[in-house]
């Protein structure tokens, strides 16, 4: 993640954002929680119109997730979040099989970790940011 980009969530979260929820790329990016304010650098496309199109498994444009947080009222500090992941098939959205659901959660760890948090496998279908 660019310093930029890790420096300016940092300068929202510290001016008074509570949650801050990052777009435009087409996977998942890192999960840092700072100040107790959740930052979400990239959430990925949870649909989109690329199925079918080569050159970029390694990110696995099929598998999207839906992102749940649970914050304090007044203060706007992350109690939990919870993940669902899903897997677009046929321009649908499924529910993900068990190698999808194990690559999300190994991937958002790995690239999470510098950041201070990974992510788990708590119960089925449902992953749970540590």
């Known amino acids: 993640m660019p310093d930029a980009f890790v420096g300016f969530a940092h300068r929202l979260v510290e001016g008074g954002f509570d949650l801050i ?8 990016r890192p ?4 100040r107790g304010r959740l930052i979400l650098y990239g ?8 199925e079918g199109i080569a050159g970029h498994g390694r990110y ?21 979040l ?9 321009f649908r959205l499924c529910h993900v099989d068990d190698d999808g659901e ?11 970790r510098g950041f201070g948090c990974t992510v788990e496998r708590t ?8």
Do not use: N
């Not at 929820?21 to 998942?28: D, E, K, L, N, P």
């Not at 959430?43 to 690329?50: E, K, Q, S, W």
């Open 60 to 80: 696995r444009s099929d598998l999207g997730i839906m992102y749940f947080p649970t914050v304090e009222l007044g203060t706007g500090r992350l109690v939990g």
């Open 21 to 28: 929820h990052g777009h435009s790329a087409h996977h998942v």
């Open 123 to 130: 119960r089925q279908g449902v992953l749970t940011l540590r």
């Open 102 to 112: 194990r690559w999300l959660s190994d991937t958002l760890s790995r690239i999470s």
């Open 82 to 90: 919870a993940m669902v992941p899903m897997q677009m098939r046929r």
């Open 31 to 34: 999960i840092e929680v700072h």
């Open 43 to 50: 959430c990925g496309d949870l649909i989109d119109d690329y």
